[in-house]
């Protein structure tokens, strides 16, 4: 439900997601035994629009146990950093950095809240900032986030945002066809859910969670803000798990709705870039 947001709320968050490392790591949807024999844990719509990350350095922000962070490597990055708040995840991270072969000068993972970034991690400037599906939607105030990321985009870089559509929030869970919540709420969500989306069934503990929904809008505008340039701002009718109980299973992997349903956008993406202006200064 809606609610002010709880004085304890980083630490209920770091609860739930230290207590579900564990359990992705078994899981069947991160596959690890897949990713280290070599398959890739990016989107295929991610790696056409970042490019090609040949010699270039990335920052990942809550990178979770670094499946993306690592494959971004893996396609030829100089060097990767990621961070994530849960110490767990960033051992997991860094031990299957180790398995790979991976040294800390080529990938290093950094245990840090996202808003300490800055003063965080190793470098002040990154070619690429980059930040997965799924991360947004743990923090409380975009425009804070917007002022991190930017400040970590090199003179010429950019940020990569890929994210789950926020309106898939006000949906009706059972179908997604229906306009159940408020998609301008600006109020914290919170709520008791056991489980996983990597398995549903698990057994957990700490199961308070909280959240909050940030329009497409006001995640371009704070960016902006922060003299970043929109390049591109894309949606896509697909999603990588079963967010609504009527969506099926396509050949590629993807979850959509089924044939005939009226499609509405399921994840987007956008870069934005740090430029150079005529006298040599960033803008």
């Not at 425009?143 to 890929?162: C, E, H, I, Q």
């Not at 898939?168 to 301008?184: C, K, N, P, W």
Request: glycine share 8%.
């Amino acid at each position: 439900m809606y609610t002010p947001t709880p004085d304890d709320w980083l630490s209920i968050n770091r609860a739930n997601w230290d207590e579900r490392v564990p359990l992705h790591v078994a899981s069947d949807f991160y596959d690890l035994d897949g990713f280290r024999a070599g398959e890739d844990a990016l989107r295929d719509f991610e790696r056409a629009e970042v490019g090609d990350v040949t010699g270039k350095t990335l920052l990942h922000l809550q990178c979770h146990i670094g499946l993306d962070t690592l494959s971004w490597a893996r396609h030829g990055a100089s060097r990767v950093v990621g961070l994530d708040f849960s110490g767990p995840a960033v051992e997991v991270a860094r031990g299957l950095a180790a398995e790979l072969g991976l040294p800390e000068e080529r990938a290093a993972f950094v245990h840090a809240d996202v808003h300490d970034a800055a003063e965080a991690v190793p470098e002040r400037g990154y070619d690429i900032v980059y930040t997965g599906v799924g991360a947004l939607c743990w923090l409380p105030d975009i425009r804070r986030w917007a002022r991190t990321a930017a400040s970590l985009v090199a003179p010429g870089g950019f940020l990569y945002l890929a994210e789950f559509h926020p309106l898939t929030d006000i949906l009706d869970d059972e179908t997604g066809s229906r306009i159940v919540d408020d998609y301008f709420a600006r109020q914290a969500w919170v709520q008791e859910s056991a489980g996983t989306y990597a398995d549903l069934e698990a057994r957990t503990e700490n199961n308070r969670n909280v959240q909050w929904q940030h329009p497409i809008g006001e995640v371009v505008s704070a960016l902006a803000a922060e003299g970043l340039r929109l390049e591109f701002l894309h949606e896509h009718d697909v999603s990588l798990f079963p967010r609504f109980s009527s969506f099926e299973r396509s050949a590629d992997g993807y979850y959509r709705f089924p044939e005939g349903r009226p499609r509405v956008p399921l994840m987007y993406s956008l870069r934005a870039s740090r430029t150079w202006s005529a006298r040599g200064k960033t803008r």
